[in-house]
């Protein structure tokens, strides 16, 4: 092709017409001129189709771990609720009704665990810590996580870390009346059919379950520690996850769209 232009020029040069060659070059320009956009326009859709498998992959990394932390958060809010509810029998307890010494012991210790929520999406972080924002064309998705991203380190700083000063406070003083060591046997003893563990079972502790019911302190960090769970519960159901499930159902639209 280069070839062939070439032999025109010349051919064009030795008629010494400068009218024709003029008109000549003018379109020899515009052809290159048409080349380079249509090689520019060729190489923006190859980048297009790129960006567009790109930030395909993204979102779907994203689903599967905004899903993994629906996952994580219902068990949460499933355990959470248990804890209050075995908080309000060992307040019973501690209020005179007959409960067992057994199931006691094994409220006492697990309730005083904490069940803390914490979001684990390594895609986003890796979009937000390399700069690639811009790789997500869905403006609202972006909000709505940056949204929940924000509200989880918010009430880190503030909802857990009261709930854990609680929950501290309830455990030091229920380890003045039960040995500390009666959690790992309580850990692997229980199960999920039978999560109560018999007295008998383990072993040569110190257990005071009369000395606990009788402190009248016992009463007030019980009914602290069940608030802490009935809040938690609350904060999860009410608040964690209705923005999880906005997060996943704008995901979902976005794929259906594609």
């Known amino acids: 092709m280069i070839k062939f232009f ?3 020029r010349y051919k064009l040069m030795g008629e010494q017409n400068t009218a024709r060659y003029l008109k000549y070059a003018i379109g020899e320009i515009i052809l290159v001129v048409i080349g ?3 090689a520019l326009s060729i190489n923006n859709w190859n980048e297009k189709l790129k960006e567009n ?3 395909a992959y993204f979102i779907d990394e994203l689903q599967k771990e905004f899903i993994n932390d629906s996952l994580t958060l219902q068990r949460l809010i499933f355990l959470s609720n248990i804890k209050a509810e075995e908080g309000k029998i060992v307040k019973e307890f501690l209020l005179g ?3 067992s010494k ?7 210790f697990f309730n005083g665990r904490f069940l803390e929520f914490e ?3 390594p895609t986003y972080d890796e979009i937000i810590a390399t700069g690639q924002q811009s790789i997500i064309k869905n403006d609202s998705l972006k909000t709505l996580i940056k949204a929940f991203k924000d509200q989880g380190s918010f009430y880190k700083r503030f909802l857990y870390d009261e709930c854990m000063t609680i929950k501290q406070q309830y455990n030091l003083h229920a380890y003045k009346y039960f040995e500390r060591s009666i959690l790992p046997e309580l850990w692997e003893n229980a199960t999920k059919e039978n999560p109560v563990v018999d007295i008998d079972a383990l072993g040569d502790y110190m257990i005071d379950v009369e000395g606990y019911k009788k402190d009248s302190k016992s009463l007030y960090y019980v009914t602290m520690n069940t ?3 009935m809040d938690l519960n609350r904060f999860y159901k009410t608040v964690v996850m209705p923005d999880l499930e906005l997060i996943l159902k704008k995901i979902r639209d976005i794929k259906s769209k594609t």
């Open 53 to 55: 498998k790109k930030e």
């Open 102 to 108: 057994d199931s006691i012991i094994s409220m006492v």
């Open 97 to 99: 009704q007959p409960v």
């Open 36 to 38: 380079i956009l249509i």
């Open 119 to 121: 979001s684990f999406t």
């Open 227 to 229: 608030g802490v769970d």
């Open 6 to 8: 070439r032999q025109i």
